[in-house]
């Protein structure tokens, strides 16, 4: 897993993790990109992550790929990214097709219901919490 | 004169291990509690010995009150779901509001 200050070099990590896998004989190789859309006057997405809780949760991931075969991958902008540029990117590699397309699935939908990750719209420069969508994460409302 | 000054100060000494020095009878149970992104409170310290505790005390608070029904809540960086969940002296409670990534 791996953060970086500012938005994603995309293309220098996709290629950095096909080199990474290149020996692995894995089959299959499924990469999602995340690029911000320029929309209600945005300029860029700004992220707060809490790291310790995000790695537990990358690990757990971790471990459900390895299960089957596959391996997961991600990479995460802290800070401002601005309209048009990538704020996230990840990857799925597995020995056949099957198992990184369902994985790629699971894990990016996951990734937004669980990463502890805060986003904000940036507007004239002003961070404005992302509420309306944002989800409450599993197991949410323990002390109400 | 330099003997009773010695006497003196073994005398004070003594009464300072007795008197001072005692463990506290009841332990004081003092966790961290972190507010993460948007709820934008810095952290506090608080004495109570269990989440439910934690969760009476915070309902009290005005300005967090509204979030904790959508907040889950981490105990040394471990989600947790379990609100009988004992605390011990120096755990960090770690409230996460609703997320977006991506």
Same mark, same amino acid.
């Given at each position: ?8 070099d ?10 990474e896998?290149?020996? &692995?004989?894995?089959g ?9 859309r320029?929309e209600?006057? $945005?300029?860029a ?5 809490? #790291? ?11 471990e /459900?790929?390895?299960?089957r075969?596959?391996i ?9 990214a601005?309209v048009?540029?990538?704020?996230y ?5 597995s ?9 790629i ?6 990734f937004?219901a669980?990463?502890?990750?805060w ?7 002003? /961070? ?7 989800t409450a994460m599993?197991g949410a409302?323990?002390?109400? | 004169?330099?003997f009773f ?9 003594? $009464?300072e ?8 009878l009841?332990s #004081? ?9 948007? $709820?934008?409170?810095?952290? $506090?310290?608080?004495d109570? &010995?269990?989440l ?5 005390m ?7 009150a509204?979030?904790?029904s959508?907040c889950a ?13 004992p ?8 409230i ?7």
């Open positions: 897993m791996e953060l970086y200050q500012g938005p994603l995309t293309k220098e990590i996709f290629g950095r993790w096909l080199d896998e290149a020996g &692995s004989n894995y299959a190789y499924i990469p999602f990109v995340g690029t911000i320029a209600d006057g $945005i300029e997405l700004s992220f707060d992550i809490y #790291e310790p809780v995000l790695r537990r949760w990358f690990e757990s991931w971790q /459900r790929a390895k299960e075969g596959a997961v991958k991600m990479a995460h902008s802290i800070g401002d601005p048009h540029t990538s704020s990117v990840s990857a799925v590699f020995p056949k097709r099957r198992v990184a397309l369902e994985l699935d699971e894990f990016v939908e996951d937004k669980n990463a502890p990750i986003k904000y719209d940036v507007k004239d420069g002003q /961070r404005i919490y992302a509420e309306d969508r944002s599993d409302g323990l002390l109400a | 004169m330099a000054g010695k006497i003196i100060a073994k005398v004070s000494m003594i $009464i291990k007795t008197f001072y020095n005692q463990p506290k009841e #004081e149970e003092m966790i961290k509690v972190e507010f993460l992104g948007p $709820i934008a409170r810095p952290a $506090i310290e608080l109570v &010995s269990d439910r505790e934690l969760s009476t915070l309902k009290e608070d005005e300005t967090i509204p979030w904790l959508k809540v981490a105990l040394n960086d471990a989600m947790i779901s379990e609100l009988d969940t605390l011990k002296d120096g755990d960090r409670v770690t996460l509001p609703p997320v977006c990534g991506g």
